[in-house]
């Protein structure tokens, strides 16, 4: 399972950061990332992202992610380089609950790494596209949160 969310995340950042125009093209950006998959796997992928298919000012249609057409494509880094940075922003508390925010398309990652961890303070979280809610349990510390998401969050 950990595979199908390392692909779902680079799947997530070549659309963000390319123009894509096909599956072949996805499959081919994903062959250089090290993923070997076929076109059905693919669309299944597609679907479970809600990936969409926009025009370019251009006319060119090219894959985007749900809610994010006008997503900025500012880098040419591979996958696996922007893989590097997790998309952490920042982290804050407010009594038993932190919010953690992403970059946009990240946080349903991360928070599915936080609940798959099972750490015992967090009880559980709640993702968006660039926002995590966490409820803590009740008497854990700011500096105790912190230490177990740096498992998760090296640059937290």
Do not use: C, W
């Not at 303070?121 to 700011?142: P, Y």
């Amino acid at each position: 399972m950990r595979k199908k969310a390392t692909r779902l995340d680079t799947i997530k950042l070549i659309i963000s950061n390319k123009e894509i125009s096909s599956q072949e093209d996805l499959l081919n950006e994903l062959n250089k990332e090290g993923f070997q998959l076929t076109q059905a796997t693919l669309s299944r992928d597609l679907k479970q992202l809600k990936v969409a298919k926009a025009a370019t000012m251009n006319g060119k249609y090219i894959y985007v992610l749900p809610n994010n057409i006008m997503y900025k494509r500012t880098t040419d880094q591979s996958a696996s380089e922007m893989m590097r940075h997790n998309g952490f922003v920042s982290l804050q508390f407010s009594g038993n609950i932190a919010v953690i925010k992403t970059r946009p398309g990240y946080a349903s990652s991360i928070a599915y790494d936080i609940d798959d961890r099972d750490f015992p303070d967090i009880l559980g979280t709640i993702a968006g596209d660039d926002t995590i809610m966490m409820v803590l349990r009740e008497g854990v510390t700011q500096s105790a949160v912190r230490t177990m998401l740096s498992f998760i969050i090296p640059n937290i």
